[in-house]
């Protein structure tokens, strides 16, 4: 049993970032990176075996939209990396995953819930090499490639685990409901692709609602099961807030629920905080 932390960019917020901003964490790289690394101690304090770096909406073609140059944009994708370094250095033990957020996540459009891209496959690999190779080269332990809404980029990715043979990962769809990915496609399917795979350490879903995760949980096969879902609470795109209210407790005792059904990785994602991990660390552990 692994635990994940928690959401990134709900406890920045909570330690005073805003980020009301395209390039959401990542905007923290170029403002306050300690903000970060502090974020990462925290959720390791809370029980946290991973840390997830700032990296997801990190990509190269988003910081020379804000004016950065391909070095610098370089650098700051490299320094996600060391913060989260740096925060499992000083607490002692735990791992680096380094985030390869979708290509909706640049798209800033809500693209990654959905998989709507005007990108074929070849463009989604094309796309995403670049800072797969900074991060494939900056340290991590693996990399986590998470909130995957479509068929066609699990399969762009698989084809960039193919170029790096020595790099690890884990690959994480976002989900509509109990059955599919974002993009309608079954997550048997989608999961099926890394199936034997030597280098995947875990299929899993993220960003996603709680109440799906005991239906998806029995899609995956032979590869160990990762969750890590959203609080429980609602997005509305159209105000930009989220809406309704999510109990740490009550997300402990279901990730319990989650680890008997069979999954090996359980953290959170939107809006979920260190304490939502210390409740799924006692509720798992008993502690």
């Not at 084809?159 to 990915?181: K, Q, Y």
């Not at 979920?272 to 799924?280: L, V």
């Amino acid at each position: 049993m692994v635990i994940l932390d928690g959401g990134l960019a709900t406890h920045l917020e909570a330690l005073g970032a805003d980020l009301r901003d395209e390039l959401w964490s990542a905007k923290v790289l170029v403002e306050n990176a300690s903000m970060i690394r502090q974020a990462h101690l925290d959720y390791f304090a809370a029980g946290a075996q991973v840390a997830t770096t700032a990296s997801y909406q990190a990509s190269i073609p988003a910081f020379l939209r804000r004016g950065l140059s391909p070095a610098e944009a370089e650098e700051l994708i490299r320094l996600s990396v060391r913060l989260a370094t740096e925060a499992r250095d000083v607490h002692g033990q735990g791992a680096v995953a380094a985030s390869v957020g979708p290509y909706g996540a640049y798209l800033a459009n809500g693209a990654e819930y959905t998989g709507d891209y005007d990108l074929d496959e070849d463009g989604l690999v094309a796309w995403h090499r670049d800072r797969w190779n900074i991060l494939a080269s900056a340290g991590a332990d693996f990399l986590a490639c998470e909130t995957v809404p479509s068929y066609a980029e699990a399969r762009a990715l698989k084809r960039l685990l193919a170029e790096t043979p020595g790099v690890r990962a884990w690959i994480s769809f976002s989900c509509r409901d109990g059955e599919h990915i974002s993009d309608g496609t079954p997550l048997r399917q989608a999961a099926e692709l890394f199936s034997g795979h030597p280098r995947v350490l875990a299929v899993g879903v993220n960003c996603t609602a709680p109440r799906h995760i005991p239906s998806l949980i029995g899609q995956i096969k032979d590869k160990p099961v990762m969750v890590y879902p959203n609080s429980g609470e609602t997005w509305d795109p159209e105000k930009r807030r989220w809406t309704g209210l999510a109990d740490p407790v009550e997300f402990g005792a279901a990730a319990a629920g989650w680890h008997a059904a069979g999954s090996a990785f359980i953290g959170g994602c939107c809006r979920t905080t260190p304490e939502h991990i210390r409740q799924i660390c006692g509720h798992v552990y008993g502690g």
